[in-house]
């Protein structure tokens, strides 16, 4: 049969259809044999398509055959689609994203279309698309899980290509230095080596998909308040132990294809033209082999940033289109310095696949990409607080229950900014249709814990009030066997917490609900930790995260014991505002503030003396609870099962790697999973804080079952920066390894060391 476009009418209707299926089919076979026949013959002509040479000879072989002009097309953006401001001839063939890098068809270089995809594939709205959304990072990092992080990646990785994207703008990993900043949520909590290890195995998923993975926003880009003038000052000793060390380790992990630098300064120097962080520090030291592109808007130079690495300026040319081509001609920028930004910008490109694996659009695999989402929340939610074991709920022993507040009857909340995912369905709290998905909207998505919690208690009767009127709420509690009541703490990009307590009088409605029903369960819908006055007046408490596309199935499941709990805090809940290093964050002098909300978005003003000290220094998250011997809610690495593990036998052979052998066994009744932690106490000497992690592993344990896990402890760990050298040094000395399922629980103990000069 031939392929035709006209299909025959009447009762030949129905195979007309079928004949256009099948031509359907044909065709896009014929276009795969198509694209492969020219694939074939790009490689014949073009050197740089020989797969079984490097990256590195591959860009080397494109780089012989470009002029100036195409070398600085890879150097810029063409704007970004549907922004208001940032548009440029090319903006509109690109494929809807926040970036878009020029192709050369010349030379079968492919346009690079950029999308942020933090916790999932922004704007999928306004480009009529379809994106999952995932927990948000920081729940994810609460999963400890290195597969599951993995597999968050390779999702993304999957959507971005079906949505015609080959480059992520996701990979966040700043340190929770500041947990009041409001994009918390999405970075990977407090710890350099769970963050740093969690990116990397993020990035190889994504990677893994053939799009150009990133990681961002390098460096200490640790709060939002003017974040495009801030001065970070900072030791280097400091940064290079904690935000720069969880850098060094996603890189290292993942190799991923770009590095965005922040908006800030650091130490005087703009993050996108610090020559020690770009130069020294990334390329030189981490042997950083890809590109620097700046956070959007973050380039304010065209020399100084050149020379000090910066390679990509996003999203526009201001700095690295003409203005780079005439610091050229003017003798300012040597043609040997274009070449080294445009090779690693073509060397990303050939090592993550980009050239031998166009990017074809393609259906998202909803119904899989939605089981991914679940799963990772289920291993992310934590258990907090179990008194007298009121969780699991136990349908059949329970009649009633009432569900309270944060529209637990339509949906969960998502955080907003750049980061954002659109619902598909729409913002649960908005009558369908009604309202798009901007910028610092609160959005919930519509996963209705209500409808999950009554599927998953048949038999019980489950009611919801709203919790706006607390003597209501109360009431309908003290009628339930059980009331859970729902709290939430909304974060973005473009602002930061005044403080961690919760907002619109939350306290006061647990406080009600907790005195009208002795069995009231609270859950956390937040995008950082937050203050809990009330914790020991409630018997349940459970932190879901921002929990994504499937939440309140995830919910539902691990509140009903479905699935057992797994998740641990990756970062510290403190008791008070007053524990954390600074009382408040400073505020924005007048001069430099923005208009209305964009107050903590303040213009860049090159005379703003706008700074933040960051003293402590060394003392993030815990480490600073610890030094400072201040008592926490909830530690770090701390969270509940609904069985029980213990700790035996560690043995440690120090050496090149040092290991860290013991056993764990689950003493309860059911199988679950447990996160072992593995800290180090370093000579003092170092004058470090009291403990660091050094290792960690999740392993799933049926009841009674006993498993001996080792543990690899790289020496990166349990190293100081030597300000003299410039290097991470191993000291030598005694130090103390500590074992157990949280940072203040660790039963087992051992001394080892090394000899001097190790
Ligand atoms: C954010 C980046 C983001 C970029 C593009 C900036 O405002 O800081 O994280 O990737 O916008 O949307």
Known sequence: MKCSS???????????????????????????????ADLEAKKKAWPWMNTSLSPDERADLVLKEMTLDEKILLLHGNGMAHAGIWQ???????????????????LGIPGINMSDAAYGVRSSGENGRYSTALPSNLGAAASWDRKAAYEYGALIGRELRAQGYNMTLGGGVNLTREPRNGRTFEYLGEDPVLAGTLVGQLMTGEQAQHVIGDIKHYAINDQETGRNIVNAMISKRAMRETDLLAFQIGIRDAHPGAVMCSYNRINGDYACENDYLLHEVLKTDFHFPGFVLSDWGGTHSTVKASHAGLDNEEPMADFFGPALKKAVDDGQVSVTEIDDHAHRMLRSYFADGVMDDPVEKSVVDVERDLDVAQHIEEGSIVLLRNQDNILPLESAKIHSVALIGAHADVGMLSGGGSAQVDPPGGNAIMPPGKGGTHWQEHIWFPTSPLKQIRLAMPGTKVEYNSGEDKSAAADLAKQSDIAIVFVQQWTSEGMDLPTLTLPDDQNALVEAVAQAN?????VLETGTVALMPWADKVEGIVEAWYSGSRGATALANILTGAVNPSGKTAETFPLSDKDLPHLTIPALPKRDRGQGASAVNAGVDARSTYSVQYDEGLKVGYKWYDAEHKNVLFPFGFGLSYTTFTYSGLTVTPGETTTATFTITNTGKRTGAEVAEVYAALPAST???????????KVMLAPGESREVTIKID????????????????????????????SQALPLTQHFGFGHGA
């Not at 009447?10 to 276009?31: D, H, K, R, Y």
Request: proline share 6%; aromatic share 8%.
């Open 6 to 36: 006209i299909t025959t009418w009447g009762a030949w209707a129905l195979a007309g259809v079928l004949a256009v299926a099948a031509c359907g089919a044909q065709s896009s076979i014929a276009q795969q044999r198509q694209k492969q």
């Open 88 to 106: 440029m001839p090319l903006t509109k063939e690109s494929n809807g994203g926040a970036g878009y890098i020029a192709p050369i068809d010349r």
């Open 518 to 522: 002795p069995h009231t369960i609270v």
């Open 687 to 697: 004058g470090e804080p009291p403990k660091r992690l050094v290792g960690f592993e």
């Open 715 to 742: 020496p990166l760990y349990l190293s100081v920066y030597n300000e003299a050298t410039g290097k991470m040094e191993v000291s030598g000395g005694d130090y103390t390894l500590f074992v157990g399922g949280s």
